[in-house]
């Protein structure tokens, strides 16, 4: 069975705290009873009183990135459980943004995604190509070496993968539908080989200026289980239209 869908916004580095309350209260009047999960991830200092905004609504909460440990002297990391006891149910691991600001491995990131998955976190892991991979015909052998490095044996459901091009975050271009159905049908058949039938209860989520504008075809394409949405989820009014989206997918 497919699994359920997921819409998770990555706030990254943006917004203050009176604009989160406001974007979590408007999310959290207007998402009504759709059928498809929802997450926000807004930067660790502000998912307290997103937390407190969201309350019951149904929107998920997630972190950005976590550390490997517990606690421990750590200077300026956050611990999955620390944002578990935030009320945190998902963490995106291993952005590209991280990869390239923080040197982040895919060992690191196999790390906190066991990490997180122990503290009882659903883990995005993220992976992407280079436009200049891309161009050179490697997409699929670095989208292979990303999955086998970066996430580890674990419990499928508790795992979502986003496959991000590196070159369509925040650029406003996008993958044709059909360079986006080959990069998922792999990675399905990628995680299969390692799962077996578990694979399917992967969610496979495309990130890469997703708009309301292109939501509804690339939803349409075949192992495309959501989004990792950025630029587009900062407001209601761009982030509503693609969960609308998905929810008639
Ligand atoms: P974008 O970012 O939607 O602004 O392209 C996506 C992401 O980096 O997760």
Known sequence: ??????????WKMNMDRVSSEVLASALA???GSVAVDLAVCPPSVYLSP??????????ALGGQDCHTAQNGA?????????????????????????????????????AKTTAALAAGL???????????????????AVIAAQLAGSVPDADPAALVVAYEPIWAIGTGKVP?????????????????????EGADA????????????NAAEIFAVNDVDGALVGGASLTA??????????DAA
């Open 74 to 110: 750590h200077t300026g990391d956050v611990s999955p459980e620390m944002l578990a006891d935030l009320g945190c149910t998902y963490v995106i691991v291993g952005h590209s943004e991280r990869r390239t600001d923080h040197g982040e491995s895919d060992a690191d990131i196999r």
């Open 237 to 246: 009014a761009d982030f509503l239209p693609i969960v609308a989206a998905l």
């Open 176 to 196: 044709t539908t059909g360079q986006i159905g080959e990069v998922h049908a792999f990675m399905r058949a990628q995680l299969r080989d390692r799962f077996g």
């Open 50 to 59: 997103v937390s407190v905004v969201l309350g019951s609504s149904g929107v």
């Open 122 to 140: 659903r883990a995005i892991v993220c992976v992407g190509e280079s436009l200049a991979q891309r161009e050179a015909g490697e997409t699929l």
């Open 29 to 31: 009047q207007n998402v």
């Open 1 to 10: 069975m497919a699994p359920r869908a997921l819409i998770a916004g990555n």
């Open 202 to 213: 992967i969610r496979l989520l495309y990130g890469g200026s997703v708009k309301g504008a």
